[in-house]
């Protein structure tokens, strides 16, 4: 089975291309992905089959080899903000989240930007908590 690395994957669009280890670029539809996984981080290393579509080389049955590296998880206690900085960004995350509840007691879900910026605050503050 061919290998190479995920070039770039676009959850919210549902495909992404895999940079072939011979050269070649590969569609990656969301079909190919393994059950339970909705998305591929870019410089995941994967193996997967190989059929030709209307378009060209697309992938099937995708499996992660070793997904790619967080940055998150090699940090140490050193690398933690201090406590002090710590106070400020909770605070603002909860103010955000705080904003994010009211509307969904409205029965409005954030939009797109919005969603995505609340995403990665709790990931960041997750990773901070975490170190």
Same mark, same amino acid.
């Given at each position: 089975?061919? &290998? ?33 996984? &909705? &998305? ?34 090699? =940090?140490?206690?050193?690398? =933690? ?51």
């Amino acid at each position: 089975m061919p &290998t190479g690395k995920v070039r770039f994957y676009d959850s919210d669009k549902g495909f992404g291309f895999i940079a072939e280890d011979e050269g070649a670029d590969v569609f990656l539809p969301s079909s190919a992905l393994p059950t339970g996984v &909705t &998305t591929v981080r870019k410089g995941a290393r994967v193996e997967f089959g190989i059929v030709e579509g209307r378009r060209g080389a697309q992938a099937l049955s995708l499996q992660l080899l070793d997904p790619a590296p967080s940055v998150a998880a090699g =940090r140490r206690e050193r690398d =933690r903000r201090p406590a002090e900085d710590m106070v400020v960004i909770i605070e603002d995350v909860v103010q955000l989240l705080d904003g994010v509840g009211n509307g969904l007691r409205r029965g409005h879900y954030p939009d797109r930007k919005l969603g995505s910026t609340v995403a990665r605050a709790l990931r960041g503050l997750a990773d901070q908590l975490d170190a």
